[in-house]
């Protein structure tokens, strides 16, 4: 039984950095997702990996996020850089087994892929 525990989430100036960090029992999925929300608005996926290879991230995010994975310790991280506050949002970590359902580039973004879903952190930028 796999379970996703986030962490690592907080309030930080503009400018600023934070790493989150997704405790993943039971190990990593083949492919891995950060999303976050905002109250009113659609989930949007931020970054993912599929099955090791090259991240994709959102155009949003691009240069400034960074997301890795330690399958040894069965951990997934979001280094966030130069936040802003259009930033600020609940951050989810995702994961999804089975290689057949992970799929790659702009389509591993969506949500409805992912069938293991944390219960958040929240992210505040000021």
């Not at 930033?87 to 973004?109: F, I, P």
Request: aromatic residues 10%; contains cysteine; glycine residues 14%.
């Amino acid at each position: 039984h796999v379970q996703l525990v986030e962490s690592g989430g907080g309030s930080v100036q503009a400018g600023g950095s934070l790493r989150l960090s997704c405790t993943a029992s039971g190990g990593l999925g083949y492919c891995m997702a950060w999303f976050r929300e905002v109250p009113g608005k659609e989930r949007e996926g931020v970054a993912h990996i599929r099955g090791g290879s090259t991240p994709y991230y959102a155009a949003s995010v691009k240069g400034r996020f960074i997301v890795s994975e330690d399958n040894d310790n069965s951990m997934f991280y979001l280094q966030m850089n130069a936040l802003t506050p259009e930033d600020t949002a609940k951050y989810y970590c995702a994961s999804q087994r089975r290689a057949l359902d992970c799929y790659s580039g702009a389509s591993g973004l969506r949500a409805r892929q992912y069938n293991i879903w944390g219960q958040g952190t929240q992210v505040t930028v000021s």
